[in-house]
């Protein structure tokens, strides 16, 4: 516990509101209490190692908290445990123990050359065999882990900039775990340390720590948050990191203050209550609370609600008493241990049907039971399991194994056509233009990739059309992709790959539409359209076949002159208005000028002048040379087309 908290559940002790102090060993650590009796319910603990039995010093130290404020105390053990060895009771009522034999120690000469010289030196042998050297030391890990990162190591090139890195190594993890979130946090600090002169931006460190001034949740969240708070007030007291670590000091100490009170108030509502504690002794006695999961995921406990298992996360009632929290949570995951098992089983012969994509998140049965994380590419998700902490590690791995496979036969189902494109042996043409489909959703603008659109021989155009790849006068695409649930699908990966939210989508059958802020041209080309920019004229995404549908029928419309008239309702059958035509035919190359005649009918547009611009994507045609009358392909000619020229 915080120093805060502890204090505060003490006070709850010395008050007289509580009979009974339930602590860890942590409680031999100096607390002076009012206590009359210790009681051992175990005698051992783990040591950050591994479990090993307390010595009897250690033992002598928690025993010695009975007794100091008024009298002489008394200790003992629990009925499970049974009585301590007679000569344990003896070393303790004397306090007569074996001397020390060793202690730890660690070299002060350490080398900065490089991080694997560090390394070296703080591995160095003790001079002496009473000194052992210290081993598995937090600030030695994190160091050995941040050395093996390449980002890290690329900056740590010099004496300083080892010594930095040795400092941030010797940022405390209060969890005692140096889990990868720990890590991160001592990367990250090291890359802005190194970026900004050994300062960090105050907007970084805003945002780390005001995401922990959450008072609500449980114990543990309320923990694990004043864990990370800690970690942060050592941070501030490093002075010279900071430019106001005076404030930043304030800052965290309030936030630890609250989220301790936070924390003492749980503590209370779980341990105080009356029920709590009856469910509790009975489940510390032995007594197994009746509890079941019925077929519709309620999980009830000695038959009342409690809560539910949505996927295979367990959500305690809403409703339920806070107070009796934990041991319905204990008797809830006997329940739980049972039902885990044959659920995962279920969802690995579960039919594809039973799972469904949405939002970036899987669910099975309807429930979630994991969220899409980017990939190497959008089309390569991966998946982070949405799983329950009564969890084993060996379910949740099967869980996540069942629904790789099933995401990606799913984007190998729905995506084939454009999955497809990767297999065929094209030449370089060929092989340039498919990589670029892929990469832009099977929807590609002509214009930059017109060298190798030109360069395509009749057997790479043949083949690409076989697969389904439409060479058009604007774009090439892929009609097959046009499909509802292959846009929203693509989309949807987009997405992800991107770490935003999915943005509203062209409702089905929509030929045009104004994109809104955020669908730029990878979402357009994800659902299928063409995003057109044109110069003075709002952006307007068209559909890719209604587009090329236009551009030849323009294209084929326009008389000798370049002009093109759109009759009355010529819109309309594109299912776009006025101005959206405009734009298409602005993009087009072509200007609205007035009508010549005055019998004629519908709005007239010509690419006549300074808008008499290059077709996008059209090659320009080759003008033939003038042949001399007795030149040498003159008489070719003569001869391929049955004339009587010279040589015949």
Known sequence: LSPRTRNAQVELFESGEVDYLVATDAIGMGLN??????????????????????????LAQIAGRAGRHMNDGTFGTTPEVGPLESEVIEAIETHRFEPLRWLFWRSRRLDFSDPLALLRSLEARSPAPELLRVR??????????????????????????????W???????????????????????????????????????????????NFSGDIDQLSTRISHIRTWTYITHRGHWLADSDHWQQRTRAIEDSLSDALHQ???????????????????????????????????????????????????????????????????????????????????????????????????????????????????????????????????????????????????RVLAPLLALQKPDLGNFGRGLVYQLIENFGVLPRRPVAELVNGLGKAERRALKALGVKIGRLSLYMPSLQKSERKTLIARLLAVHQGRP?????????????????????????????????????????????????????????????????????????????DQLLTVLHHLGYRPVAATSSDQEGQTFSRRGKTDKKQPGRRPRRKKPKTASDSPFAVLRGWATGGSGAGR
């Not at 209490?33 to 090993?52: E, I, N, Q, Y």
């Not at 980002?151 to 080892?162: D, E, F, H, I």
């Not at 140096?178 to 991160?184: D, G, K, Q, T, V």
Request: aromatic share 6%; charged share 25%.
């Open 266 to 412: 749980q503590l209370t509502q779980r341990f105080v209550d009356r029920r709590a504690s009856l469910l509790a002794r009975r489940l510390r006695e032995g007594q197994d609370l009746m509890a079941a999961v019925r077929r519709n995921g309620e999980v009830v406990v000695e038959g009342e609600y409690v809560g539910r298992l949505e996927g295979f996360t367990f959500v305690l009632d809403a409703d339920a008493d806070p107070d009796s929290a934990r041991p319905l949570l204990a008797a809830a995951r006997q329940a739980l241990a049972q039902e885990f098992p044959a659920r995962v089983a279920r969802l690995e012969t579960a039919p594809r049907e039973a799972f469904t994509l949405a939002q970036g998140t899987i669910a099975w049965e309807g429930e979630a039971v994991a969220t899409l994380r980017a990939g190497p590419s959008p089309l390569t998700p991966t998946t982070d399991i949405v799983s329950s902490e009564h969890l084993p590690q060996a379910l949740n791995e099967r869980i996540r194994q069942a629904l790789d496979t099933w995401l990606a036969g799913e984007i190998k």
């Open 136 to 165: 598995d030391a937090e600030d030695h890990q994190a160091l050995a882990a941040l050395a093996s990162d390449p980002a890290v190591a690329g900056k740590a090139t010099n004496p300083a900039a080892v010594e930095l890195l």
């Open 167 to 213: 400092d941030v190594c010797q940022i405390p993890d209060f969890r005692k775990i140096l889990s990868e979130e720990h890590l991160r946090l001592l990367s990250w600090a090291y890359a802005l340390l190194m970026a900004n002169d050994g300062i960090l931006p105050e907007d970084w460190v805003a945002g780390q720590i005001d995401r922990l001034a």
């Open 33 to 58: 209490l009012d206590l009359d009796h210790v009681t051992f319910a175990r005698l051992s603990k783990f040591d950050g190692r591994g479990p090993r039995r307390l010595t009897a010093a250690e």
């Open 502 to 578: 999915l943005p509203e989508l062209p409702p089905p059958g929509a030929k045009a539409f104004t994109p809104l802020p955020g669908f730029g041209e990878a979402y357009c080309h994800a659902a299928g359209f063409r995003l057109l920019r044109p110069k003075n004229r709002p952006a307007l995404a068209v559909r890719v076949d209604v587009l090329e549908r236009l551009a030849w029928v323009v294209a084929k419309h326009s008389d000798s002159e370049g002009a093109f008239v759109a009759a009355p309702g010529f819109a309309a059958t594109y299912a776009l208005d006025g």
